[in-house]
C-alpha cells in the first residue's frame, strides 16, 4: 500500500502562483509514474500532468501547459506542481495519484490517490 499526502494549496489571485506537493510513503513500482488531477464542483475529475519517474518524462493537459510544470524528487519520494499564471478555471480540489496501471491521462489508471487539495483563484 502507498499513501499519499498533499500540500501546498491555497487562496491565491488571478495570475498567481502555487507550489503543490505529493510525498508518498515509500518508493516501490507502483510508483512508476505519478499524476495531478483537478477536480471542481459538478465536473468530473480531470487530468492535470503526469511524469513517469525512471525517465521524467512528462505529460500536460491542454488547458495548464506552459504555464504548470510537474517535477519530482527521487530521494523525497515527491512529486510537484508548480502552477504559474493562475486563472479562475483552475479552482478545483487537486488530487496526487500513483500506481499507473493504464493511461497516463485517465482517472481509472491509477491505483493511488491522495485526500485532495483545495485551490481557489480569485479574479
Known amino acids: 500500500q502507498v499513501q499519499l499526502v498533499e500540500s501546498g494549496g491555497g487562496l491565491v489571485q488571478a495570475g498567481g502562483s502555487l507550489r503543490l506537493s505529493c510525498a508518498a510513503s515509500?518508493?516501490?513500482?507502483?510508483?512508476?509514474?505519478m499524476a495531478w488531477f483537478r477536480q471542481a464542483p459538478g465536473k468530473e475529475r480531470e487530468f492535470v500532468a503526469a511524469?513517469?519517474?525512471?525517465?521524467?518524462?512528462?505529460y500536460y493537459a491542454d488547458s495548464v501547459k506552459g504555464r504548470h510544470t510537474i517535477s519530482r524528487d527521487s530521494a523525497k519520494n515527491t512529486v510537484y506542481l508548480q502552477m504559474n499564471s493562475l486563472k479562475p478555471e483552475d479552482t478545483a480540489v487537486y488530487y496526487c495519484?500513483?500506481?499507473?496501471?493504464?493511461?497516463?491521462?485517465?482517472?481509472?489508471?491509477?491505483?493511488?490517490w491522495g485526500q485532495g487539495t483545495q485551490v481557489t483563484v480569485s479574479s
Open positions: 511524469i513517469a519517474w525512471s525517465d521524467g518524462i512528462t
Open positions: 515509500r518508493r516501490t513500482f507502483s510508483t512508476n509514474a
Open positions: 495519484a500513483a500506481g499507473l496501471g493504464g493511461s497516463y491521462f485517465y482517472a481509472r489508471g491509477y491505483s493511488y
